[in-house]
């Protein structure tokens, strides 16, 4: 037997699979790096968080990468390039953090790795006929097994689409796995650029949740702070928005698009939420003259206004809801306070209590499905908003 195979097939057997849990979302920030124990699979999953660590992009890294991110034109030597380059500068920045926490190479398992989205285009933004759900992340897998020597798994989303998903969200898998309850009606919010929910009535069986898009997140407030506040990246805990003043006309004009309307499930990303997005909203309210700090305050209440809309149109009642949030968007005090405020009835539960660090949980998630591809049951017959539960992610050896 191929030595590699052998090795696979004994981490398939163990008890217990030490796996690092990588996620790069849309925003930018930095590689969610997580090392994970995970025991058992499906239903019986057990996760223990042991090390987890955001390695922050350099400003150059970000310049890169937003050279092609969501772009409808790239230089594809530079796409070419980044593909391979990424992969590598992740599978270091793996080394890094091994070294740090003190734990050697040979001790993980395996390496789940979402990659790099530099393109989300399910077929309800593009439209072409011919031409069926799609998205991309780069960031090769081989170059990560090869970096630091551990097998890896990557581009997980291509195999839902494959099966006829839109190639997200995925972490209705691993929310379902982890953190469905017998008595506790859950809803998992993440807020990223793009903001996604999972919810979990008590005692759910795989095809009574829903998972799914929201829109925005942080990805629009992000953009703006990038272009008009030099070396800035984020508004830090919504401190601009505060100053400013809502813009209603600018509020309404923002939630007009025909995304909303569209029913749940459905996905989206950067590509159409972004200043284009903003300036249309602009120019539809009629706004003349606006101030930075009344455009992130607008920008903070639609985020905060389409996770409560979304939250009304899929959910019977608001009552007995606990809200898990994560993500960067809960650093957000603003944001947190209008989410609060508007959905008096729910309770907003600290993630922690589910002995995840919030900002690992994305990472985790993979981490899972890394798991589930390796030690988990196929069940093809039994689909999760359509999808049969197949194993994601492609595997690359480091030798
Ligand atoms: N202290 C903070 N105040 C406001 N926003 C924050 C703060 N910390 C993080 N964020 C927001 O969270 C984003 C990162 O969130 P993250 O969950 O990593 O998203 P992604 O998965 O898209 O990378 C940042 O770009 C920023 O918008
Ligand atoms: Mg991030």
Redesign the pocket.
């Given at each position: 037997m191929n030595k590699n195979i052998a090795h696979l097939y004994s981490i398939a057997q163990k008890e217990e699979r030490v796996i690092i849990g990588l996620?790069?979302?849309?925003?930018?920030?930095?590689l969610?790096v997580v090392l994970c124990g995970i025991s058992g699979a499906g239903t019986s999953s057990t996760v223990k968080v042991h090390h987890f660590e955001?390695v922050q992009y350099s400003t150059d890294f970000k310049e890169d990468v937003l050279s092609v991110f969501s772009k409808e034109q790239v230089r594809l030597e530079r796409l070419c390039l980044l593909n391979g380059w990424i992969g590598e500068q992740h599978g270091l920045m793996i080394n890094q953090c091994l070294q740090k926490w003190g734990v050697d190479g040979s001790e993980v398992d395996l390496i789940a790795s979402h990659g790099q989205t530099i393109y989300h285009s399910p077929k309800r933004l593009h439209q072409l006929d011919k031409f069926g759900n799609a998205t991309l992340q780069i960031g090769d897998g081989d170059r990560i097994a090869v970096t630091t020597g551990i097998i890896t798994l990557s581009d997980f989303r291509q195999k839902h689409i494959a099966f006829g998903g839109e190639g997200a969200p995925l972490a209705v898998y691993g929310d379902f796995l982890l953190f469905a309850h017998p008595t506790e009606n859950r809803v998992l919010l993440?807020?990223?650029?793009?903001a996604n929910f999972t919810y979990l009535p008590a005692g759910c069986h795989s095809d009574t949740f829903i998972c799914t898009d929201i829109g925005p997140?942080?990805?629009i407030?992000?953009a703006y702070v990038r272009t008009y506040f030099p070396n800035q990246?984020?508004?830090?805990?919504?401190l601009i928005a505060r100053t400013g003043n809502i813009q209603l006309d600018l509020l309404v004009a923002l939630k007009e698009h025909d995304f909303f309307k569209q029913s749940f499930p459905k996905t989206t990303g950067p590509e159409l939420f972004n200043l284009s997005y903003l300036e249309n909203s602009i120019e539809m309210a009629g706004v003349k003259t606006i101030n930075h700090a009344d455009i992130l305050a607008t920008l903070n209440k639609f985020t905060a206004d389409m996770i409560v809309d979304a939250f009304l149109k899929t959910m019977t009642t608001m009552e007995d809801l606990v809200v898990y949030a994560?993500?960067?968007?809960i650093?957000?005090?603003l944001?947190m306070e209008h989410l609060k405020s508007s959905l008096p009835k729910v309770q907003f539960r600290d993630f922690n209590t589910l002995n995840i660090n919030p900002?690992a949980k994305?990472a985790v998630l993979f981490a899972v499905l890394a798991n589930e591809a390796i030690a988990g049951n196929i069940i093809k017959e039994q689909c999760i908003q359509g999808v049969p539960q197949v194993s994601m992610g492609k595997i690359s050896f480091p030798y």
């Open positions: 996620m790069s979302g849309t925003s930018l920030d930095g969610d955001t993440n807020i990223g650029g793009i997140g942080n990805t407030m992000d990246f984020y508004d830090e805990d919504g994560s993500g960067g968007g650093h957000n005090a944001l900002d994305e």
